[in-house]
């Protein structure tokens, strides 16, 4: 991803998202997408077949399972 | 033996004086208060210190003991002061995660399962530790509370994001302590410190009441000054807890008991590749070192490494801005500025990369698991380098120049993204003044097996934490 095409994203998207980018914050904000996008491109060669799930699986929870146990305040 | 010089030696002998009646809890507890009022102005590992609490914990264990109830006798680390990142909920404290916009919250009204389950084993809690801001880097440079500095070269960093909980172990304020690890940040601050550090398999411990980073990658474990004392507290705190998702319902596997069982017949490889070519002279020599100990003369390599470690990045990157993106909308002037623009772009990347990136997660365990069907237990470095300096912007590595802050996690981030448990191990004498950290890597739940070798490791005399010479005048 070229430069301009990085700042064209990064602006609509935070637009989208309502998520203001303060002149400061900028800068950086483009060079860290920028990295991001790099690293994305290591991603794009993987072998992955129609077959390859991403990891996370989730479990259902039925009515009577047992509720949360444990502190959860910050969890 | 006077309660000073336990405190800087393990866990396990302080238990024992303690049960034994030789030493008191409450004597134990005063040392560590003590040493953390004298060295801890100059390393700034701690954000918080809970002195009442934890004397009126080690008098209640004392009438105990006083009282000859067994069970008090029995406890494993009785006695044992710990301290842990400031990310665990604290009852009466509030959980800071080492920004400047969660201590305008209510404080905890309980304390974390594993910060109570340490508890129970005997230990007492005599604070928190600092932090990158919620667990966002590798250097523990927290622009609200100070950085924490290293305890060997207090000129350097500690590394992070767990650098308070590393730290404290190595200036010998507390034998134990806990931290958290997402990609790297029990392993990278035990590498550049010098200590012990277990990031256990992901699972294994029940993370509720501990602030989240990265749900998906998040870990939580101990450090300390010998394999053992990790052994001791990774025992302590196993356990199944509902209110984590990710915890998987699994009985105890007891390490400690077993820890000294012999090595001989382990199939043991060094990682190469990836791991051999972002290594300095250091790193490769700690490596080298461990392995000629080990007489480990395979190398293996692991497929699409570069791969593995871009997506944990990714993931990283746009869970941690999720969890955050109401206060980056309405409040980003108030984020380190260390990692505010990091977690802003984060906010933003496409959904294409991370549901790729968890696609490959699943590819990449899958192949390495292969890999530990013949092998073991795999050695890699902790770290590319040594602790760099407070404020260093780059680190170079055989020529190239590497951004210092994320870079320092290259190594452990393609462990960590598929979960399995790494014991990191401090090695010293591979640089004129400081210590480097080996990862010890096993198979899912074969935490028995890092804590083993490094156990055997530390009685070979290859391995070794010793506490940082500190002195008050410092």
């Not at chain 2, 523990?140 to 070269?153: A, L, Q, V």
């Not at chain 2, 013949?374 to 055989?398: F, R």
Request: aromatic share 6%.
């Amino acid at each position: 991803m070229d430069r301009e095409r990085i700042e064209a994203y990064v602006d609509a998207a935070a637009a989208a998202l309502d998520l203001p980018l303060a002149p400061a914050h900028r800068p950086g904000v483009l060079a860290y997408f920028a990295l991001a996008a790099e690293l994305a491109e290591a991603l794009a060669g993987a072998p992955l077949g129609i077959g390859d799930d991403p990891a996370p699986v989730f479990t259902p929870i039925a009515p009577d399972d047992p509720p949360e146990a444990g502190s959860a305040s910050s969890r | 033996m006077r309660a000073g010089e336990l405190l800087v030696g393990t866990a396990g002998a302080i238990a024992a004086a303690v049960q034994a009646r030789t030493i008191s809890a409450a004597a134990m507890v005063d040392a560590s208060l003590a040493r953390i009022g004298a060295i801890d102005p100059a390393v700034n590992a701690f954000t918080d210190v809970v002195a009442e609490r934890a004397r009126a914990r080690a008098a209640a264990l004392d009438k105990r003991l006083a009282e000859g109830d067994e069970g008090s006798a029995a406890l494993p680390l009785a006695g044992v002061p710990f301290a842990v990142k400031n990310l665990f909920d604290v009852a009466g404290l509030t959980t800071r995660a080492g920004s400047k916009i969660e201590r305008e919250k209510a404080p905890a009204s309980v304390d974390a399962p594993l910060v109570a389950r340490l508890e129970r084993a005997g230990a007492v809690l005599v604070g928190g530790l600092n932090m990158d801001e919620y667990a966002y880097g590798f250097t523990t440079e927290n622009s609200h509370d100070g950085p924490t500095r290293n305890p060997h070269d207090l000129a350097r960093v500690a590394g992070g994001s767990s650098g308070g909980s590393a730290a404290a172990v190595a200036a010998g304020e507390v034998p134990v302590s806990l931290g958290s690890d997402t990609n790297g940040s029990i392993r990278v601050p035990s590498s550049l410190c010098g200590v012990f550090g277990l990031k256990p398999t992901y699972g294994r411990l029940p993370r509720n009441g501990s602030y989240p980073f990265v749900a998906s990658l998040d870990h939580l474990g101990p450090f300390a000054r010998s394999a053992h004392d990790l052994a001791l507290v990774y025992d302590a705190i196993q356990g199944f807890d509902r209110a984590d998702p990710a915890c998987v319902e699994r009985g105890l596997e007891a390490t400690a008991a077993t820890i000294g069982e012999p090595v001989d017949g382990l199939r043991i490889a060094v990682l190469g590749g990836w791991f051999r070519e972002l290594a300095d002279g250091s790193a490769r020599a700690a490596v080298d070192c461990v392995a000629t100990a080990l007489r480990a003369h395979r190398e293996v390599e692991l497929p699409r490494v570069e791969s593995a470690r871009a997506a944990a990045f990714l993931i990283s990157n746009a869970e941690g801005a999720a969890l955050h993106l109401a206060d980056l909308r309405s409040r980003a002037g108030d984020f380190e500025p260390l990692s505010r623009d990091r977690f802003l772009a984060g906010a933003l990347l496409p959904a294409a990369w991370i549901v790729q990136a968890q696609r490959l997660r699943r590819w990449f365990a899958l192949r390495v698991a292969e890999i530990l069907r013949e092998v073991d237990v795999l050695i890699a470095p902790a770290t590319p380098c040594v602790a760099p300096t407070i404020g260093s912007e780059t680190i170079e590595i055989h020529g190239r120049r590497l951004p210092a802050r994320p870079s320092l996690g290259l190594l452990t981030q393609p462990i960590s993204f598929i979960g399995l448990p790494v014991c990191a191990v401090p090695v010293w004498r591979c640089h004129a003044t400081m210590p480097i950290g080996v990862q010890l890597i096993a198979a899912p739940w074969r935490e028995d097996l890092v804590l083993r070798v490094a156990h055997h490791l530390q009685q070979a005399g290859v391995v070794d934490a010793p506490v940082a010479a500190l002195t008050a005048s410092r």
